[in-house]
C-alpha cells in the first residue's frame, strides 16, 4: 500500500472549503434578486405605516398602488422630471457613490452625521379624491451605534406630523431601539415642525422633560435612557427640515399654494 502524502489531508480540507465558499455564493448571488424585493416591500410597508394607512392582510403593492413616488431635487426644491431620472429606479444610497449625483457637507452642516448628501430625494405623495393629502419623506442620520433610517408624514400644510416610522437602526434593544415601538412614534402625531414664523421649531427632549404649554405641540418626548439616540433623533429632524434637507421644496410648495393651489 502506498504512503499518504502527509499534505493530503491539507489538501482535501482545502477543496472541501473551496467547495462550500462556491456554494454560499451561488445562494447569495441567486437569492440576491428576492432580497431585493423584500428589501423594497419592506420600505413600502414602512411608507404606508408613516403615513398611518397600512392595512395588514392586504398585500402591500396593492396598498401602494396609488401613491406617486417623485423626486426632489434638494437644493433647489423643485421636482425632478421623469425624463431625467425615473423616480421608481431612483436610489437614493447608491446616489451617495456619485460625485455627480451627491455632494460631502461641512461639519458645520453635517449636525446629523451623513456621510455625504444626496442631490435628489425620493418622495411619496398620497392623494384623497384627487387632491394631495399627505406626502412622506425620507430621513436618516446618526444615533449611538448606527445610522437611523425613518419615514415621516406631513400633513398637507407640510408642517403637521402625520406619522413617524423607524425602519432600520443598530441601537440599544430596549434603550435606543425604542424608536420602532409603536406606542413611542405615536406620540409624534399632530406634532408641528415650524412655528408662526416659519422657523424650525420642533425638538426632541429628554425623556420625562417639562416643556411650556406654548412648546408642547412642538416637542416629542425622547427615550428614557437613550440621550444619545434622543439627540441624534432631534440633530436628523433638524437637519432634513432645514435649509440642507427639505426646507427650499416645502417653501417652494407653499410658494406655489400648497399641493392642491
Not at 64 to 79: I, N
Not at 162 to 182: A, D, K, R, V
Amino acid at each position: 500500500m502506498a504512503e499518504e502524502h502527509p499534505l493530503r489531508p491539507f489538501y482535501t480540507v482545502l477543496v472541501l472549503a473551496f467547495g462550500c465558499s462556491l456554494l454560499v455564493a451561488s445562494a447569495a448571488i441567486g437569492l440576491r434578486p428576492q432580497q431585493d424585493a423584500n428589501r423594497l416591500l419592506d420600505q413600502k410597508r414602512n411608507i404606508l405605516r408613516a403615513a398611518g394607512v397600512y392595512e395588514a392582510g392586504i398585500p402591500v403593492d396593492e396598498q401602494f398602488g396609488a401613491v406617486q413616488t417623485r423626486l426632489v431635487d434638494l437644493q433647489s426644491g423643485a421636482y425632478v422630471a421623469d425624463e431625467k431620472i425615473d423616480p421608481n429606479s431612483y436610489d437614493q444610497q447608491a446616489a451617495l457613490l456619485s460625485p455627480e449625483l451627491s455632494r460631502e457637507l461641512s461639519s458645520e452642516e453635517n449636525i446629523a452625521g451623513l456621510r455625504g448628501l444626496e442631490n435628489y430625494a425620493k418622495i411619496y405623495l398620497f392623494s384623497d379624491q384627487d387632491r394631495i393629502d399627505k406626502v412622506v419623506l425620507p430621513v436618516r442620520g446618526k444615533g449611538l451605534w448606527s445610522t437611523m433610517y425613518a419615514y415621516v408624514a406631513l400633513d398637507s400644510d407640510l408642517s403637521t406630523i402625520e406619522g413617524i416610522s423607524f425602519y432600520e437602526h443598530g441601537e440599544t434593544p430596549g434603550l435606543g431601539g425604542e424608536i420602532e415601538n409603536p406606542r413611542w412614534q405615536a406620540g409624534w402625531q399632530g406634532k408641528k415642525l415650524f412655528g408662526p414664523d416659519g422657523e424650525m421649531e420642533l425638538s426632541v427632549v429628554k425623556g420625562g422633560a417639562q416643556v411650556s404649554e406654548e412648546q408642547q405641540p412642538y416637542s416629542v418626548d425622547g427615550l428614557s435612557g437613550a440621550t444619545l439616540t434622543t439627540q441624534g433623533v432631534d440633530n436628523l429632524m433638524r437637519f432634513w427640515f432645514g435649509e440642507h434637507g427639505y426646507e427650499p421644496f416645502i417653501a417652494r410648495i407653499k410658494q406655489e399654494g400648497g399641493f392642491n393651489g
